[in-house]
């Protein structure tokens, strides 16, 4: 099946400081992928929607200038966390889907857990 | 009230029991419906969906919608310690069905 990599799977940083996720596609393109937030004991909230070669459409209620996202390639999204605060601690996870593929088959990436001290 | 509910648990069961992990939702134009499992630390995986109403079965799990009471079932048979994870239901919002509204999870444990 269709393989999504995550990196780094465990970040810790200091408050205040910037945080780059990648999510890559390892074996098929894809022009739509999706952020999520997950924090504990809870469901996945969809961040924003990064598209290639255009700019991402963030979901009501999450700053854009503070979760900057950048779809550069077919196989590659970067989440950055721009000046990381505390509450911004939680798990992270990617999907994305096959370019040309059928609507509503994601693929996950494994997720990545940032805790901001 | 949200779009998906779905208990959290956790559910522990012996090995072998039969599982039943349900969801409602409320708005009466989902038509199409997933079940993901997501292991500790982990992303999700997609198990099974279906489309509007009926049974579906694949192997041991058997996906359920009602859409007369907005309820879905995923029925879990013969239950393993390796089915122990967490099953978040999932809806496409109307945003398209890339655009995925989940449950919160319910954590399963199946004890040896």
């Known amino acids: 099946g269709a393989v999504v990599s995550q990196h780094p799977s465990r970040v810790i940083c200091k408050s205040g400081t910037s945080v780059k996720i990648e999510c890559r596609s390892l074996d098929f393109q894809a022009t739509t992928m999706f952020w999520y937030r997950q924090f504990p004991k809870q469901s996945l909230m969809l961040m924003a929607t990064?598209?290639?070669?255009?700019?991402?459409?963030?979901e009501q209620g999450v700053e854009k200038d503070k979760f900057l996202i950048n779809h550069a390639s077919l196989t590659l999204s970067t989440l950055t966390v721009t000046s990381a605060h505390p509450e911004d601690s939680s798990f992270y996870i990617c999907?994305?889907?096959?370019?040309?593929?059928?609507?509503?088959?994601?693929?996950f990436g494994e997720g990545s857990r940032l805790t901001v001290l | 009230q949200k779009e998906v509910e779905q208990d959290p648990g956790p559910l522990s069961v012996p090995e072998g029991a039969i599982v039943s992990l349900n969801c409602t939702y409320s708005n009466s134009a989902f038509q199409y419906f997933m079940w993901y499992r997501q292991y500790s630390r982990k992303g999700p995986e997609l198990l099974m969906y279906?489309?509007?109403?009926g049974n579906k079965e694949d192997g041991r799990f058997t996906a359920q919608v009602d859409k007369s009471s907005k309820y879905i079932s995923l029925f879990i048979r013969d239950s393993q310690p390796s089915d122990s994870a967490t099953y978040l239901c999932a809806m496409p919002s109307s945003g398209g069905y890339n655009k995925l509204i989940f449950g919160a999870g319910t954590r399963l444990a199946v004890h040896p």
């Open positions: 279906t489309y509007s109403s």
């Open positions: 999907s994305a889907v096959i370019a040309g593929g059928p609507s509503g088959e994601l693929f």
């Open positions: 990064s598209n290639e070669g255009s700019k991402a459409t963030y």
